[in-house]
């Protein structure tokens, strides 16, 4: 089955760059999305077909995909960002998520 | 406004049946795919059931299928979870999800029903 790997923890202070990362074979052939979560919250959409920010998405959130990485940019993250974010993809008509990476804003 | 309720969570023992409720709302219904996730506590997001506008493509992840049952019922906006066998790994918080279908994400989540499994 297919498998998307992401690293589990990142930190970012605040006000800089924040990049999180989601690799899978063959990753830049799929249309990535990207979630973000925080405690006691469910999931948002943040990112969808690897570029596209849904409404009320700040354009601070951008990503990208090549190859076999995908990869979520925070530029000036702020403290609301601390969040788990997911990456997801379809496989043959399935979901398949990420194991999430736990970001910390210091 | 676009809502997804799930319900139907509760406290169960190993080997017993649940069936898990999400009523949907702001949108056409009968237009949309719907998605199950789950999530364990403290674990990531988990992938569970997928069922399309017209119940006609129907898919389960190998971790629930033979177990779970997936429904929906276009005159009520309604999906339904049927869980049976259900076991301590099944404990997680069940997510009903819109999805229209194609390149298009998982759009709106539901707030989530809580499913225990316990002696």
């Known amino acids: 089955s297919y498998e998307l790997t992401q690293p589990p923890s990142g930190s970012v202070s605040p006000g800089q760059t924040a990049t999180i990362t989601c690799s899978g074979d063959?990753?830049?052939?799929?249309?990535v999305s990207w979630y973000q979560q925080k405690p006691g919250q469910s999931p948002v959409l943040v990112l969808y077909?690897?570029?596209k920010r849904p409404s009320g998405i700040p354009e601070r959130f951008s990503g990208s995909n090549s190859g076999n990485t995908a990869t979520l940019t925070i530029s000036e993250t702020q403290a609301m960002d601390e969040a788990d974010y997911y990456c997801?993809?379809?496989?043959?008509?399935?979901?398949?998520f990420g194991g999430g990476t736990k970001l910390t804003v210091l | 406004e676009v809502q997804l309720v799930e319900s139907g969570g509760d406290l169960i023992h190993p080997g017993g049946s649940l069936r898990l409720s999400c009523a949907a709302s702001?949108?056409?219904?009968?237009?949309?795919?719907i998605n199950w996730v789950r999530q364990a506590p403290g674990k990531g997001l988990e992938w569970v059931s997928h069922?399309?506008?017209?119940?006609?493509?129907?898919y389960y992840a190998d971790s629930v299928k033979g177990r779970f049952t997936v429904s929906r019922d276009n005159a009520k906006n309604s999906v339904y979870l049927q869980m049976n066998s259900l076991r301590d790994e099944d404990t997680a918080v069940y997510y009903c999800?819109?999805?229209?279908?194609?390149?298009?994400?998982?759009?709106?989540w539901g707030q989530g029903t809580l499913v225990t499994v316990a002696s």
């Open positions: 999800v819109r999805y229209y279908g194609g390149n298009e994400p998982l759009d709106y």
């Open positions: 702001g949108f056409t219904f009968k237009n949309y795919n």
């Open positions: 069922i399309s506008g017209t119940s006609s493509i129907i």
């Open positions: 063959n990753l830049g052939d799929k249309y």
């Open positions: 077909q690897d570029t």
């Open positions: 997801q993809a379809w496989d043959n008509a399935v979901v398949v």
